[in-house]
């Protein structure tokens, strides 16, 4: 995916504020379709297996939160500072993508489907869906809520 022109200079007004964002951490893993890779091996604990992954101590800073439950989730991106201050994390997909409810919805037999058919149904249209224009959506609104998200850190500073 390309960046807009909006999305662009945005990140050069970002980038030009003092105590802007100058360094950013990506943390991804071959095995997550939000990704984009296909890989087998997922991470399922609560925190990263140091004996597992040589990047456990950074994976285990950028957990996810939710519902009371911490758990590893990616992508993560971190934006820093010039001198490492955190201005913001963004993890996994942005607040308008429902990634669960639709996995849930699409795996529903259809009517005269049973159970057992409905799941190579489900996988063949969950990998169309990751290469429909819904996914550049998906990305884009990513970009624009980290964008917003930096701005909002930038002019008002961190939420209290």
């Known amino acids: ?51 597992e992954s040589p990047t456990a101590d950074i994976v285990n800073e950028f957990l996810n939160e939710k519902n009371g439950q911490t758990f590893q989730s990616v992508p993560v991106a971190a934006f820093f500072t010039r001198d490492w201050r955190c201005l913001y994390r963004y993890i996994e997909f942005p607040a308008i993508y429902h990634k669960e409810r639709l996995f849930t919805a699409m795996q529903v037999p259809r009517p005269g489907e049973t159970r057992e058919q409905a799941w190579p149904r489900f996988i063949t249209d969950w990998g169309a869906l990751q290469q429909s224009p819904f996914y550049l959506l998906w990305a884009s609104a990513a970009i624009d809520e980290i964008l917003a998200a930096l701005h909002e850190r930038i002019v008002a500073g961190p939420p209290t």
């Open 1 to 51: 995916m390309q960046l807009s022109s909006y999305q662009m200079d945005a990140i050069r007004w970002l980038a030009s504020q003092p105590g802007g964002p100058a360094k950013v951490l990506v943390i991804s893993e071959e095995w997550s379709s939000d990704c984009r890779r296909d890989g087998q091996k997922v991470g399922r604990g609560p925190r990263a297996n140091p004996d």
